[in-house]
């Protein structure tokens, strides 16, 4: 795409989140409280995608602080971010109702992410997050983040 479109600098993607929705209806003990009760929120008020669209904010705080917080060792559980943000993507936007395919439904209640490529930023990011793990997002992003 570089090659192609030469002046262009920054790329974004408009990635699934894949394992979103069976995180969401799986009945486990979640060890963060905060996003125990987060999810126990989401089970109360959200039962189809009706209900889903009153409650996109809810949701795009379920599948950010899932991207930020659910781990696989060191690195983020959900696949499509590992893949992102190893190659020096960093989190831009959280888009509910997004995919409003059935696919889409079950897999992440429609939520989309966008992963930003600014190609003076891909090295250090991938650095960031290949040493330590950290998931680098847009400042946009912090009201979602839970403590």
Same mark, same amino acid.
């Given at each position: 795409?570089?090659?192609?479109?030469?002046?262009?600098?920054?790329?974004?993607?408009?990635?699934?989140?894949?394992? %979103?929705?069976?995180?969401?209806?799986?009945? &486990?003990?979640?060890?963060?409280?905060?996003?125990?009760?987060?999810?126990? &929120?989401?089970?109360?008020? *959200?039962?189809?995608?009706?209900?889903?669209? &009153?409650?996109?904010?809810?949701?795009?705080?379920?599948?950010?602080? +899932?991207?930020?917080?659910?781990?696989?060792?060191?690195?983020?559980?959900?696949?499509?971010?590992? +893949?992102? %943000?190893?190659?020096?993507?960093? %989190?831009?936007?959280?888009?509910?109702?997004? $995919?409003?395919?059935?696919?889409?439904?079950?897999?992440?209640?429609?939520?989309?992410?966008?992963?930003?490529?600014?190609?003076?930023? *891909?090295?250090?990011?991938?650095?960031?997050?290949?040493? $330590?793990?950290?998931?680098?997002?847009?400042?946009? %992003?912090?009201?979602?983040?839970?403590?």
């Amino acid at each position: 795409m570089q090659a192609a479109h030469p002046s262009i600098e920054t790329f974004v993607t408009l990635s699934p989140v894949p394992g %979103l929705g069976k995180w969401l209806e799986r009945d &486990e003990d979640e060890p963060d409280e905060a996003l125990a009760e987060l999810k126990n &929120e989401f089970r109360e008020k *959200i039962s189809d995608r009706a209900s889903a669209a &009153e409650q996109e904010e809810l949701l795009r705080k379920l599948a950010f602080n +899932f991207l930020l917080r659910k781990r696989r060792g060191n690195f983020p559980a959900d696949s499509v971010a590992r +893949f992102h %943000l190893g190659n020096g993507a960093s %989190l831009y936007r959280v888009n509910a109702g997004a $995919d409003r395919s059935d696919k889409g439904w079950r897999q992440s209640r429609g939520v989309m992410v966008n992963y930003l490529y600014d190609q003076k930023r *891909i090295e250090a990011n991938h650095e960031q997050y290949s040493n $330590d793990g950290r998931v680098l997002f847009h400042d946009r %992003l912090k009201p979602l983040q839970i403590r």
